[in-house]
């Protein structure tokens, strides 16, 4: 099973918010982020996990493109 989350800053912390699940979670910085993330869907999906299965998190973000900002060739 796949958690999709959509993850995004506040302007205080960082914040992940499920699509298609009930899941809602913020935390300080990125790395606590996933690890909030990561528990929440744990609880969220606890009957599936006791079943066997297996749940991994996809984490959405945007990447804000500034006008006029070189990108480098490789």
């Known amino acids: 099973m796949v958690v999709k989350v959509e993850v995004y800053n506040d302007g205080e912390q960082w914040c992940a918010r499920g699509v298609g699940a009930d899941i809602f979670t913020c935390a300080d910085s990125l790395d606590d982020l996933v690890a909030e993330v990561r528990d929440a ?23 804000e493109v500034v006008a006029g900002s070189a990108i480098a060739a490789g």
């Not at 869907?41 to 973000?61: F, N, P, Q, R, W």
């Open 41 to 63: 869907a744990a609880c969220h999906y606890a009957d599936e996990l006791e079943a066997g299965k297996s749940i991994s998190v996809l984490l959405l973000t945007e990447t």
